[in-house]
């Protein structure tokens, strides 16, 4: 398994009996999920689980050694068909990805771990992963975080109209998979679609709007695209991963220190 997990960093290097010996009630497990998916004619399938690997491995460098957090290998196959008939798309459903973090978060609840946080780098599980958090803090106690792509982090020089719409395939991803894997990227097979624009604030909206239309890529862009990678260069994809995995470093320690509002600390509720 290829991955930018440090190797003292990835729970599948673990035998079972150095799995036994973590403190059960402070280590914290991260489950990546993300898609394999058309990502336009310039990125591979794998762009958004290639994306969630770089931030996560890059995050995880900058906890202090002795932070107990472990990432667990990544659920690849994401909800993605919103990308069919594109192929290379491979979509799981909503049951069946619900199902899979179900059944991975009773896994590790049965051996008596208590908080997990889920690092999602596809918007179409989004919706999917907030469900399974609080369905995962509901059936098994399980202490249950959602982290999404760059956790807020700003973009320094991202144009505004890519910032509210660059969806797939743009000038962020772009830049990410420049400067993190740049043999994957055909920097002569751009395309650029939108969309929205920024100019215009209908109150029906892809996303975020007073009312929301649902979408398929193929209504917008035969090619895939829902951006502008044209201005994406290796050196802001360096700047951003590195913004971005510092913001995730900050929300991995909050996590690690998190007690619900309404409880004091010192004793731990048990599941
Ligand atoms: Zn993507």
Redesign the pocket.
């Known amino acids: 398994m290829k991955t930018r997990v440090a190797d003292s960093r990835n729970f599948a290097y673990l035998n079972w009996k150095q799995v036994d010996a973590l403190p059960r009630d402070r280590t914290l497990l991260i489950l990546p999920t993300a ?1 394999i ?1 058309q ?1 336009g004619p310039h ?1 591979p399938l794998a ?2 689980t290639l ?1 969630n690997n770089e931030l996560l491995g890059r995050a995880l460098d900058l906890l202090p050694a002795d932070a107990p957090v472990y990432a667990l290998p990544p659920v690849c196959y994401g909800k993605s068909n919103e990308h069919i008939g594109f192929p290379g798309t491979l979509s799981v459903s909503a049951s069946t990805f619900m199902a899979v973090l179900r059944d991975l978060g009773a896994s590790l609840s049965a051996a008596g771990f208590q908080r997990i946080a889920i690092f999602n ?3 179409g599980n989004s919706s999917l992963v907030d469900v399974m958090a609080r369905d995962l803090r509901a059936e098994f106690g399980l202490r249950t975080f959602t982290i999404f792509g760059s956790a807020g982090a700003t973009f320094e020089g991202l144009n505004p109209q890519e910032r509210a719409y660059g969806f ?2 743009g000038e962020l ?1 772009t830049a990410f998979l420049l400067a993190a894997a740049p043999g994957l990227v055909d920097t002569s097979a751009y395309t650029v679609n939108y969309i929205a624009s920024i100019e215009h604030k209908p109150l029906l909206a892809p996303e975020n709007g007073a009312a929301n239309f649902a979408w398929l890529t193929r209504d917008i862009a035969a090619s895939g695209v829902m951006g502008d990678p044209r201005p994406a260069t290796a050196s802001n994809g360096e700047l951003w991963l590195s913004a971005a995995a510092q913001r995730i470093a900050s929300v991995l320690l909050e996590i690690l220190a998190f007690h619900e509002p309404g409880q004091s600390t010192g004793g731990e509720a048990q599941a």
């Open positions: 898609a998916e990502h990125l762009t958004d994306i780098t596809h918007g797939h395939a991803e």
